[in-house]
């Protein structure tokens, strides 16, 4: 797809010492927007769906409302310690609100290629051309290495920190209280709900939903919900408010 | 550079009330092998209110049915993982207090309308008596902000407020300070809490900060943000260690614990007999 040829990078992915241990190809939020301005873009918005507190386990989640000539494209966005660099972790929530937009542009200018935004974990080659430029800008310090000896740095001098989350962690009590909430608004209660949940997992216990597939399933149920670009009232994001 | 130290008012009080647990909690990461149905009680509440004032904000009338499904719901998912009840509290006697709370709660409005609702801050901590930039970030979240800019915390409890608990309530002097600090203005301050009494009960306790007590709050997070920065980590035993999600763990720290029982402890057994403790 052209959109796609255009938009597209070539990315390391990293292991949890920063070894690059392969590459991805990805589009950058910037030139997602580019696309979706000359394809008429209407209005970007976005509303905190979760603050990050430390009951939460820090995890915010942003909603993104995209509205082209095509319509209305919605998409939620995570961010939590454990999914963003270091030194993002003091900006949570403009990581998820990031995030959030680069799926709902994705969406809007129908490219089907993850954003760099969403990913945790990688970062762009060195012989990749930058597109605009910002997002090299915002992640150069993981270039960077911290490298001042102190005890208290949780730095190892790789150009990658290591990261406590494999991606196979359990999903959080904040996503899980989401995910029942969400539930409520279908009309599942309690019971009914953790039964719902279960199927829609395919799992025999919620301990075992993992925080990767809570996340994408909380984007699911709010895409599928009415009111969004895919037709409906709502009901549900306005539920979660 | 390395980024400023970003500290949180829940931290802040976490250390206060234990730099041990602290530790645990915030450095080692100890995931919480269960926890205390109360506090799990209280953020159930906490999220219902919240949509209910969110409604308002958004112009829409708050049904009371939909704030009780909130809270349903809410309740029902903190209930998946192992909580820890008193004797006399259980699963049902707290939704059916819950639901009678909240039902209070939308009854009692006051008639001010939010202007803003689960207000986050994060800001440079700054001495407001001298200007001093203190060199630490401090950030938190405002339950409730009226259109009189009173901010409000909301808070459950199981009885009403010790004498001077008001004056020294961190939560809402840090408000003040982070609304000092933004806005150049001490603004009102207020103290909503839900009481989970026989029959519930809500007290609304106005208050305000002089700029004499922000510059000692600011000076007290700057200390406690220090002590952390230099690791002074120690338990301090008092009548919260009944209800502490690391009490096996602090009691490993004195090395009165044998290990094979810590395990057994953290995978959620004889979570009735350390809470009673
Ligand atoms: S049991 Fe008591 S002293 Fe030990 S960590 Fe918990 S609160 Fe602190």
């Known amino acids: 797809m052209k959109a796609d040829q255009q938009l597209v990078r070539t990315v390391d992915v990293h292991d949890r010492v920063g070894n690059v241990v392969g590459s991805k190809d990805v589009v950058l939020y910037a030139g997602l927007l580019n696309q979706a301005h000359e394809e008429g873009l209407l209005k970007v918005c976005t509303s905190i769906l979760q603050i990050p507190t430390e009951e939460n386990g820090r995890l915010a989640i942003v909603k993104a409302e995209v509205q082209t000539a095509k319509g209305l494209f919605e998409a939620v966005g995570d961010a939590c310690p454990e999914n963003v660099d270091e030194f993002l972790a003091p900006h949570l929530i403009r990581v998820a609100e990031t995030r959030a937009k680069a799926r709902a542009l994705r969406d809007a200018v129908n490219v089907g290629v993850v954003s760099y935004e969403e990913l945790d974990g990688v970062s762009l080659n060195r012989d990749s051309s930058p597109g605009s430029g910002a997002p090299i800008a915002a992640r150069s310090p993981r270039h960077s290495g911290n490298g001042n000896g102190t005890a208290r740095s949780r730095s190892n001098g790789h150009s990658r920190p290591p990261r406590s989350s494999n991606g196979n962690e359990p999903m959080s009590e904040a996503q899980r209280r989401y995910l029942f909430r969400i539930m409520s608004g279908q009309g599942f209660q309690k019971e009914a709900a953790e039964n719902r949940l279960k199927d829609l997992f395919e799992v025999s216990d919620l301990a075992e939903i993992t925080k990767v597939a809570a996340t994408k399933m909380i984007d699911e149920l709010l895409n599928a919900a009415p009111g969004n670009g895919n037709g409906g009232n709502g009901a549900e994001a306005r539920h979660l408010r | ?277």
């Open chain 2, 1 to 277: 550079m390395e980024p400023k130290r970003v500290i949180s008012v829940s931290q802040v009080n976490t250390y206060l009330g234990c730099p041990l647990k602290y530790r645990f909690q915030y450095i080692d990461k100890i995931p919480r092998p269960w926890r205390v149905a109360s506090m799990a009680f209280g953020t159930s509440v906490h999220a219902a209110v919240e949509w209910f004032h969110k409604e308002r904000l958004a112009g829409r009338t708050a049904d009371m049915a939909e704030v009780l499904k909130v809270f349903d719901a809410d309740w029902y998912a903190q209930n998946v993982e192992p909580l820890v009840f008193s004797e006399r509290e259980s699963k049902d006697s707290l939704a059916e207090k819950g639901r009678a709370m909240l039902q209070l709660y939308v009854e009692s409005g006051n008639g001010t309308m939010p202007v803003a609702v689960e207000q986050p801050f994060e800001l440079d901590l700054v001495d407001p008596e001298t200007g001093e930039l203190l060199d630490v970030r401090i950030r938190g979240i405002i339950d409730l902000v009226e259109a009189d800019q009173t901010l409000v915390d909301l808070k459950t409890a199981g009885r009403t407020l010790e004498q001077g608990g008001l004056e020294r309530h961190l939560q809402l002097s840090t408000y003040a300070l982070a609304f000092l600090l933004q806005h150049g203005d001490i603004p009102k301050l207020r103290l909503d809490m839900l009481l989970k009494t026989a029959k519930p009960r809500l007290e609304r306790h106005p208050t305000t900060r002089s700029v004499e007590d922000l510059g000692w709050t600011a000076r007290l997070i700057r200390e406690v943000s220090l002590a952390i920065e230099t690791e002074h980590f120690f338990p301090n035993p008092s009548w919260r260690c009944t209800e502490c999600e690391y009490f096996a763990h602090c009691q490993q720290w004195r090395g009165t614990w044998p290990d094979e029982q810590l395990v057994a402890i953290s995978d959620g057994e004889g979570v009735g007999e350390i809470a009673g403790a």
